[in-house]
């Protein structure tokens, strides 16, 4: 079977092929959040497409070095950590650790490296010093600018030429990283020194300043995979302008192609509208939690639509997502009690579906469908015969679940009071004795237990 992704370079699909020389070592690198303040549901659903591409990846047998950046110095954390009276690095440091829980919560994998753009100041300033040598940029008042009239092939990512894109639609951009509205004007590489940044400078041979927001990534990317890599992600707003720049300015240092595929997600919307505080739509993974969503049913309703198709966030929709999780648990559940039967069930059938579903640009609504597929002949299977390869379904569902990430295999062990209360419901039920087993059932119940009766007797789990 052939991996395909769609390329934004070139709008097609096209079949992945690492850089990598034998074939199993890829190379990848995330935008990672600003941090500033708490990433909101549109960000998240951004890393749950990162983690779902590289827990695939992995699935194919490919050993993954994914890096993803954390900006901690740039116009946005300047400003709010000067509002809160803190230095830039204990601002910072506060939501990059709300980073990390938010992403953990979600049960997304940590990339090998997560850099920090004020740890890479040198490096910046060596790419910007290459750039100069090759002709690329020139200074003005103190500001070293890209001048991409010198850049070769400069918005070929963008498709400048083919299409419209609304300049700084992320609103990151202002001064003289601004763009006009489809004016694909020079870009600020370092940025003379003014005192609204307070102590937040560096002294290089550029001048006293920061960095611009596009030279971070490339001096972090190149640095911890290399002057060329595989894969480079982000959100569909990043296409233009941060990404075209970071194209224009790397390459234009190291004269080789920077990045090979090109992955971004579309937007998240809520309810149908732009999410935004003004409309009270506007979701932070602790807002969702507060309400007292779980982070599983957040990840799956993140994760379920394919990546390239806008997501319409509803909390409707969420309400229903226990009870198709509930589905995975309670067929763990039955294969972890249930007897040794005669049927066999065919794994690898179920696990090369699942493979060329996803193969197909992630095509996570079909391997969805497989995966529900396989869970509705085992519960057959377990109501009728019986299943014979119980361990290996056991083992093809966690290869499943190692790219989706929902489901729990850990034994749950209930206590024997519990047990005990079962066993003399099992025993009045037997006996006829209805009033009885509903008395019992209840008392299970308030104990945070659901009894559950099958062929084998009852299964009890948690309520």
């Known amino acids: 079977m052939t991996l395909k992704f769609f390329n934004t370079l070139g709008r097609e699909k096209k079949e992945f092929s690492p850089i990598d020389k034998s074939g199993k070592n890829v190379s990848m690198y995330s935008c990672g959040p600003t941090v500033y303040n708490y990433v909101h549901?549109?960000?998240?659903?951004?890393?749950?497409?990162?983690?779902?591409?590289?827990?695939?990846?992995?699935?194919?047998?490919?050993?993954?070095?994914?890096?993803?950046?954390?900006?901690d110095v740039d116009d946005k954390t300047i400003?709010?950590?000067?509002?809160?009276?803190?230095?830039?690095?204990?601002?910072?440091?506060?939501?990059?650790?709300?980073?990390?829980?938010?992403?953990k919560a979600l049960n997304i994998l940590l990339p090998d490296v997560m850099p920090k753009a004020t740890d890479h100041i040198k490096e910046m300033v060596e790419l910007i010093e290459r750039?100069?040598?090759?002709?690329?940029?020139?200074?003005?008042?103190?500001?070293?600018?890209?001048?991409?009239?010198?850049?070769?092939?400069?918005?070929?990512?963008?498709?400048?030429?083919?299409?419209?894109?609304?300049?700084?639609?992320?609103?990151?951009?202002?001064?003289?990283?601004e763009y006009e509205k489809d004016d694909a004007r020079d870009f600020a590489l370092w940025k003379a020194y003014e005192e609204k940044d307070g102590d937040v400078f560096w002294e290089?041979?550029?001048?006293?300043?920061?960095?611009?927001?596009?030279?971070?990534?490339?001096?972090?990317?190149?640095?911890?995979?290399?002057?060329?890599f595989d894969i480079h992600t982000g959100g569909v707003d990043l296409i233009f302008p941060h990404?075209?720049?970071?194209?224009?300015?790397?390459?234009s240092a190291t004269g080789k192609k920077w990045v090979n595929y090109w992955l971004h997600n579309a937007h998240l919307i809520v309810n149908g509208e732009k999410m935004s505080k003004s409309l009270g739509n506007f979701y932070t993974l602790r807002d969702l939690t507060t309400k007292g969503y779980d982070p599983r049913s957040i990840r799956f309703e993140l994760l379920k639509t394919h990546y390239r198709v806008q997501l319409d966030f509803r909390e409707d929709e969420l309400k229903q997502i226990p009870d198709t999780l509930n589905k995975f648990d309670e067929v763990i559940s039955k294969l972890n009690s249930a007897k040794s039967g005669e049927t066999n069930i065919d794994c690898k059938k179920f696990l090369l579906e699942f493979e060329e579903e996803m193969d197909d640009d992630l095509n996570i609504s079909g391997g969805l469908a497989v995966v529900f597929d396989m869970i509705?002949?085992?519960?057959?299977?377990?109501?009728?015969?019986?299943?014979?390869?119980?361990?290996?379904?056991?083992?093809?569902?966690k290869k499943l679940d190692s790219v989706l990430g929902i489901m729990?295999?850990?034994?749950?062990?209930?206590?024997?009071?519990?047990?005990?209360?079962?066993?003399?419901?099992?025993?009045?039920?037997k006996e006829r004795d209805w009033a009885a087993a509903d008395k019992l059932r209840d008392e299970i119940k308030s104990k945070g237990y659901e009894i559950l009766d099958d062929k084998e007797g009852y299964r009890l789990k948690k309520a």
């Open 41 to 71: 549901i549109g960000n998240l659903r951004a890393y749950i497409f990162v983690d779902l591409l590289k827990r695939y990846l992995k699935f194919k047998g490919y050993n993954v070095k994914h890096v993803m950046n954390l900006t």
């Open 131 to 177: 750039m100069k040598a090759q002709g690329k940029t020139y200074e003005k008042n103190g500001t070293t600018y890209c001048k991409i009239t010198e850049v070769d092939g400069y918005g070929e990512l963008a498709c400048l030429d083919c299409q419209q894109l609304k300049a700084n639609a992320d609103g990151r951009l202002n001064d003289a990283d």
């Open 243 to 251: 990404h075209t720049n970071e194209i224009a300015q790397t390459e």
């Open 79 to 103: 400003r709010d950590s000067q509002k809160e009276e803190k230095s830039l690095k204990e601002f910072t440091e506060f939501y990059s650790r709300a980073f990390m829980e938010d992403i």
């Open 408 to 429: 729990s295999f850990d034994a749950e062990e209930i206590p024997e009071e519990i047990v005990s209360l079962a066993d003399r419901r099992l025993a009045a039920k």
């Open 204 to 228: 290089t041979s550029l001048g006293k300043g920061r960095p611009g927001w596009h030279i971070e990534c490339s001096a972090m990317s190149t640095k911890h995979l290399g002057e060329q």
């Open 376 to 397: 509705k002949e085992i519960n057959k299977s377990i109501d009728s015969d019986g299943i014979k390869n119980k361990e290996e379904v056991i083992d093809a569902l």
